[in-house]
């Protein structure tokens, strides 16, 4: 008799314990950022959002009661470490999805890993073959360059304007959006007078402008991340060029009037809402989301929460979404984040479909231009 | 006349971008003058001199001139250093096992920056404002001109140096033959000291007026090596004229190569251009032919 | 000779078993990589170690090989063992017509000259974006076959990639124990004196040099199928940079020194994993003093620390 409570005493002990320890056991997320390399403009600051957002889910009781686990790698902007870590991260720390990584290179190279693995993604970056044919795993939170560029010529053909010059970096980035800026010019009645690149790296681009001055455009699009475009703007004010210029989203942030200085006055560029959080009308969806991420980037980090960070936000956000309803398995967070409608996040209102992956419309941009050292919108 | 305009324009704008190569390139020539060691390093004391110097103004707050004698002095610290700890002990080494060192010294140098300073693009103040001045149709910054300037002292004074100096001639003497110099008395251990000292100094002061143009972070230094490595093959590695010529025709025409044939090419034309000096005329445009002794 | 047969037997045999113990983890997927890096760093080392040439430019025929099977299999369909072996032979040609010029320089102008060929080669990647994608990649290369068998899981890739690699340190193996083996070191010890003795040095360089070239093509080959998306930010000058540490570290003029060195280098981030920012500083640091206290590299400075460290016992001769 005695025996026979002891047994059942420790079993149930026993089954107690083993339950509060799976009930314990976090939910392992994995990351893969390039906080390093070339990228590291990129990556950091996402890496930042994602462990800042992850921290105050868990210090808010987590998911379903349980902690989520963030495990971040840095894979340098190089595509053959992405695929070495995306496979560390799926056979050995055994995560049930992953966010980014932060460059298009990167995530097309992760992308036939995560499908053989059956793993979800939600990638942080912007070229449009990643969710165009529509992988089953694959998501992505940061705007397509399709929706900056129709953005810009939207602008120009509101402003009678149709001749322009482009002048794209000769990276991922700038390859990508010189190839949305040429097939989408047609549709706006836009002719290119003028295709120019510039290396990643450098430093002088009078040649270039030069060139677009003696041509007959009617504006310039510049299309890189910083520091490029500063030094365009510079080198645009010094050949006296008067044309308009417009920049990307990859240089909507502080930091591009900071290295422009007076060169930045005037130029425009399509960025997400979070430049401009306190302009918005109160009755735009996404205004309280912005507002506290801008406020909790600021106080964690010391530094201005931007757009890129806002994509890791994101994709935490709704990956979180997605558990809460569809469970923890991998099938069940991918199918959850399939039906994910109206998430009012950082980059946009999201809508995912089984036909959409990227979830965002044109509305995720708006046009802002630079007065007085400090961003406007453009009505 | 647009044409004539732009040419102008493109010829101008290479001669700065060409000034600064032949500043980078005269320091590579000093030290394989005196050592025969390419310093693979020496695109990272130019960096070091511009991020050196943002780091006084903003963080120690100094007066622009106060920081800038900071930030040379510190990356001549930094060339005494290397030249201790890595190119001393190596006294016989192989050209691959030197190449090697200062490969991989650039590597740490960029690193500890990169540790440091972090990976951000920081800009410096133009020394004499912004405004644009107009010259032969096309237009250049006073920054430039601080370039030309300080390229002219740099070509005087090294001539100064090398030719009406003992330091300078004694220099010379080791560049012409280690031994013999030796023999004569030269402390040769001593020159490539000094040669570190003056190719540092020389490479951050670059670095510096360089940086208001051109912005400065971590990794700037490594294709402005490149390209001032190039210059200096051009001119055929001598400490005077030929160099500083082989970076402004360098400069020139990566310039005219940008704005007439190709912009993404433009690096490709540099280093092409670098093949051919390489192929036909290996001892550089300006230099009459070597010989060798086996 | 019989203890190098042991020596590759044993080596062969490791490498067989090697993935077992791993279960299928990652690591099998990095020891694909140590794969490929070491035939690369077997070519260089062909070159630098025993003739004696500086390169810094082998990620160019790396990239080549990759971007050539690519492009070939993906714009024009052709069959993936056909399209390796084309671009090897075509690499390996360019690397003939560029190797002569290169070649007749030394030291330094060599070593920037092979930069300069590298770095315009990786523009071409670049700009090339209706061949090649250009710096978005090149994706949805596929795998390599053989009949019913596809080689896409990280385990086929493995025993496929280390079966080319051992065939290319046996030919190395050979190479260097021949009478050509011979020549090469004559013309590293001093070029002029081989000339003397007969050796036709610039023939026997840039023999060496197209060799190097064509192991490095077929790795660029079998690097682009098993990851099947390349990009040209893989094979930039610090690509070949790291290939230099590799077979600097391994152990200049030794087969098993560039396996070595292959195998460190490809591990070393996930050891540095905890380290983070800081690898690159130990990495430079790595190379520094490698070459400073330990020219030889590890196969031979490991031995010799061995017995610095173990006592002589007694002496053998006076």
Known sequence: MKKLITTALVSISLCCLSCAALAAAPIK????????????????????????????????????????????????GDATKAVQLANKLIKNDHVVAIIGPSTTGDTMAVIPVVERAQIPLISCSAGIKITEPVKKNVFKTAQNDTLAVARIYQQLKKEKKSRVAILTVSDSFGSSGREQLKSQAAKYGMQIVSDDTYGPKDTDMTAQLTKIRGSQA???????????????????????????????????????????????????????????????????????????????????FKAEGDHFGGHAWDAVMMLKGAIERGGDTPAGIRNALEATRGFAGIGGVFNYSPKDHAGLTQDAFVLVEVRNKDWTLVK | ???????????????????????????????????????????????????????SITTLQLPILAAVVVAVAVTTLVGVVFERLAIRPLKDATPLALIIITIGASILIRGLVMLLWGKDTQALPAFSGNDPINFAGATLLPQHLWIFGVTLLVIVGSRLFFHHTISGKAMRACSFNRRAANLVGISVGRMVLLSFVISSALGSLAGVIIAPLTMTSYDVGVMLGLKGFCAAIMGGMGSGFGTVLGGLILGILESLGAG??????????????????????????????????? | MKSDKL???????????????????????????????????????LLLGYAGQ?????????????????????????????????????????????????????????????????????????????????????????????????????????YLVWGFALVAMLLSLNLVNSRVGRGLRAIHDSEVAARVMGVNARLMKVQVFTLSAFISAIAGSLYCHTMTFISPSSFGFHFSVELLTMVVIGGLGSVYGSILGALLLTMLPEMLRAFQDYDIIFYGLLLVSMTIYMPGGLVRGIPLLFRCLIPARGSQNA
């Open chain 1, 29 to 76: 997320i994995g990351a893969l950022f390039a906080v390093t390399g070339p990228a590291s403009f990129l990556g950091e600051p996402e890496r930042n959002s994602a462990q800042m957002v992850v921290d105050e889910i868990n210090k808010a009781g987590g998911v379903k009661g349980r902690k989520l686990e963030l495990i971040t790698y840095d894979t340098g």
């Open chain 1, 218 to 300: 009617q504006a310039v699009i510049c299309w890189g991340t910083n520091p490029g475009p500063a030094v365009v703007a510079r080198n645009a004010k010094q050949l006296g060029l008067t044309l308009p210029l417009y920049m990307s989203h990859g240089v909507s942030s502080k930091k591009f009037i900071d290295l422009a200085g007076e060169a930045a006055e005037g130029v425009r560029l399509p960025s997400g809402k979070v430049l401009v959080a306190d302009l918005l009308p109160k009755s735009d969806k996404q205004k309280a989301a912005l507002l506290s991420y801008v406020k909790d980037y600021q106080r964690h």
């Open chain 2, 1 to 55: 006349m647009e044409f004539l305009n732009q040419t102008a324009q493109y010829v101008i704008s290479g001669l700065a971008t060409g000034a600064i190569y032949a500043l980078i390139g005269l320091s590579f020539a000093i030290i394989f003058n005196s050592t025969g060691i390419i310093n693979f390093a020496q695109g990272e004391f130019v960096m070091l001199g511009g991020v050196l110097t943002i780091f």
């Open chain 2, 260 to 294: 007439l044939i190709s912009s993404g090419y433009k690096d490709a034309i540099a280093f092409f251009i670098l093949l051919l000096i390489l192929f036909i005329r290996p001892q550089g445009l300006f230099k009459k032919g070597e010989t060798d002794r086996v």
């Open chain 3, 7 to 45: 020596k590759f037997l044993i080596f062969f045999l490791l490498v067989i078993v090697a993935p077992l113990p791993l279960a299928g983890g990652y690591l099998v997927n990095v020891l694909i990589f140590v794969g490929i890096n070491g035939m690369l760093a077997l070519g260089l080392n």
């Open chain 3, 54 to 158: 500086i390169s810094l430019g082998q990620a160019a025929f790396f990239g080549l090989g990759a971007y050539g099977s690519g492009v070939l299999t993906t714009q024009f369909a052709m069959n993936p063992w056909l399209a390796m072996l084309v671009v090897a032979v075509c690499v390996a040609a360019f690397a003939f017509a560029v190797g002569f010029p290169v070649l007749r320089l030394k030291g330094h102008y060599l070593a920037m000259a092979t930069l300069g060929v590298g770095i315009i080669v990786h523009i071409a990647f670049n700009e090339t974006i209706d061949l090649t994608g250009g710096p978005s990649g090149l994706s949805g290369i596929p795998s390599l076959s053989i009949g019913s068998l596809v080689f896409d899981t990280d385990l086929k890739n493995y």
